[in-house]
C-alpha cells in the first residue's frame, strides 16, 4: 500500500526542516559545565570546627569556583530550632536520634543516591541509618563513641561509671556537654530507666540531678576545643567527651584515658541531609557525594579522629593512636555500646525544656 500524500508531505517538510536547520548551525543540546567552571553556592548549617576546608576538601578541588558559607550551629536542639524556624541553609549536619522530625516536618529532601559516584563506598548498616520509611533522606558521614574522658594522673583510680559526672570528689573539675537530650542519655544509664520510655517522674528525678551537678561543672562544653583546652591544662579532671577529644590528647601526650563504663558507652553517627525547597539541590548532591571522598574522609579521620562511612577510609587506618581511639583492636567494642535511638518530639520537647530550666535555676 502506497502511504497517502499528506503523510509524504509531511516526511518531506521535516526532513526540509531538519537540513535548513543544520546549515544553520543550530546550536546542540546543553552539556553540563566541566566541575573546574561550575559556579553558585551553597550554605551549610555545620557543627564547629567542620567548617575547616580539611573537612569538605574534596568538594573544594573539584569545584573551586563555587562559594561555599557555613552558619555554626552548637547542639542538635540548636540545628532543629534554626531549621524550624525557617533557616535557609541548603544542607544541615545532624546526629541520629533526631532525624525523624525532619521528615515528619517536612524539613528535608529525599536524596537521590544514583547521583553519588562514593555511595557503594558506604556500607549497607550506614546506608540503612539514614533511611525513614524505606526511603534515603540522610547521607551517613561521621561516627564515634560517647564516654567518659578524664586525666588519669588526678583520677589515678580511673572511671568505671557514668556517675563519675555527679561524682561530689570531683567538685570544680568536672565538665558536661551543654545539651538536655545527652543529660537524660546519662542519667537513665545511671539509673537503669529505658531511655525510649522517660516518665514525667523520672525526668523530675533527672533535672533535680543535673541542677545538683551544676555546683559541681566547671563549664558546660559547647564545642570540642574549649573541652581539649581545659582537659590540658588540668582544670578538667572528668568530662562527657566524644572519642575524638581523646585521640587528639593522647596525640597531645596529655595523660588521659577513655572510659568503658559499666553501663557502656554511648555511640552515634552524624548525617547530612538537604533541605527542603532548596534551589541548590543538584549542587547540594554534589557537596554531599565529595562528603564521602577519601581525602575529606581521611582528614576527619586523622585530624578530628571520628569514624568515616567511607568503608574504605577506615579500612586504611594504621596509626596506633587512631587504633586504640577506635577501639579497633576490641571486636566487642559495639556489644558494649548503647546507640542513641530515635526521639518523639515529645521527648524532645521536654528535654530541651528540662535542661533550659536546669542552667537557669537558682
Not at 109 to 129: A, C, G, H, R, Y
Amino acid at each position: 500500500m502506497k502511504p497517502k500524500r499528506s503523510m509524504l508531505f509531511r516526511a518531506e517538510a521535516l526532513l526540509l526542516a531538519l537540513i535548513l536547520l543544520s546549515a544553520c548551525g543550530a546550536p546542540a543540546p546543553a552539556t553540563e559545565l566541566p566541575p573546574a567552571e561550575q559556579t553558585g553556592s551553597l550554605t551549610v548549617l555545620e557543627w564547629a570546627g567542620y567548617d575547616a576546608e580539611d573537612f569538605w576538601v574534596d568538594f573544594k578541588n573539584t569545584y573551586p569556583k563555587v562559594t561555599v558559607n557555613f552558619e555554626i550551629a552548637s547542639s542538635d536542639a540548636d540545628v532543629y530550632g534554626k531549621m524550624k524556624a525557617g533557616n535557609q541553609s541548603d544542607i544541615f549536619h545532624i546526629y541520629t536520634g533526631w532525624l525523624q522530625f525532619y521528615v515528619d516536618e517536612g524539613l528535608v529532601e529525599e536524596i537521590d543516591t544514583s547521583k553519588l559516584s562514593n555511595w557503594d563506598k558506604v556500607p549497607d548498616n550506614f546506608k540503612k541509618i539514614g533511611q525513614i520509611d524505606g526511603k534515603q533522606y540522610f547521607i551517613p558521614w561521621d561516627w564515634g563513641f560517647t564516654s567518659i574522658l578524664y586525666r588519669t594522673d588526678k583520677v589515678p583510680e580511673g572511671v568505671d561509671s557514668w556517675a563519675a559526672l555527679t561524682d561530689p570528689q570531683f567538685a570544680g573539675h568536672v565538665s558536661m556537654w551543654d545539651d538536655g537530650p545527652g543529660a537524660v542519655t546519662i542519667s537513665s544509664y545511671i539509673h537503669g530507666y529505658d531511655e525510649t520510655a522517660i516518665t514525667n517522674e523520672q525526668l523530675a528525678a533527672i533535672k533535680d540531678e543535673w541542677i545538683a551537678q551544676r555546683d559541681l561543672n566547671l563549664f558546660y562544653w559547647a564545642g570540642e576545643p574549649e573541652l581539649v583546652e581545659g582537659m590540658k591544662s588540668g582544670d578538667v579532671w572528668v568530662a562527657y567527651a566524644w572519642q575524638g577529644a581523646y585521640a587528639l590528647l593522647l596525640g597531645e601526650g596529655v595523660p588521659v584515658a577513655y572510659a568503658n563504663p559499666e553501663e557502656g558507652r554511648n555511640s552515634w553517627v552524624g548525617v547530612y541531609g538537604i533541605r527542603k525547597g532548596t534551589e541548590n539541590y543538584d549542587l547540594a548532591l554534589k557537596f554531599l557525594d565529595a562528603k564521602l571522598g577519601e581525602a575529606t574522609g581521611n582528614n576527619v579521620v586523622n585530624l578530628f579522629y571520628y569514624g568515616h562511612a567511607n568503608q574504605d577510609v577506615m579500612n586504611g587506618i594504621t596509626d596506633e593512636t587512631l587504633k586504640q581511639a577506635f577501639s579497633v583492636d576490641n571486636p566487642e567494642i559495639l556489644n558494649q555500646t548503647n546507640f542513641t535511638p530515635n526521639l518523639t518530639a515529645e521527648q524532645r520537647d521536654a528535654w530541651t525544656a528540662m535542661w533550659a530550666e536546669v542552667k537557669a535555676a537558682p
